[in-house]
Nanobody, 123 residues
């Protein structure tokens, strides 16, 4: 059973940077789409960015500020978050599914989730 473990959340002032990491274990050697979602209380989980062998896609709200990457073993992804804004405050979740990303933006399309890591941006 694939497991995802996030790390790297924390508190930062607006304009600062944080890097989140997600380590996947027991990942079989097949195509996986992996990515990041975020959620604030009372709101639906929101897609942030995804990556697979052929595509990298970002939500408009984070484009030009966030960078998603994956290691060569394809078992760890990172999210470099720059120029953070107060609106970026949320619980960030790593997600995965055993297929190409194909523009999947809805959280219900992903069946593997990490436990989440919190990011708090203050003024």
């Amino acid at each position: 059973q694939v497991q995802l473990v996030e790390s790297g959340g924390g508190s930062v002032q607006a304009g600062g940077s944080l890097t989140l990491s997600c380590a996947a274990s027991r990942l079989p050697p097949i195509t996986y789409c992996m990515g990041w979602f975020r959620q604030i209380p009372g709101k639906e989980r929101e897609w942030v960015a995804t990556i697979d062998d052929i595509s990298i896609t970002y939500a408009d709200s984070v484009k030009e500020r966030f960078v998603i990457s994956r290691d060569r073993a394809k078992t760890t992804i990172s999210l470099q978050m720059n120029n953070l804004e107060i609106e970026d405050t949320a619980m960030y979740y790593c997600a995965a599914k055993a297929s190409w990303c194909l523009g999947s933006l809805l959280s219900r399309n992903y069946n593997i989730w990490g436990q989440g890591t919190h990011v708090a941006v203050s003024s």
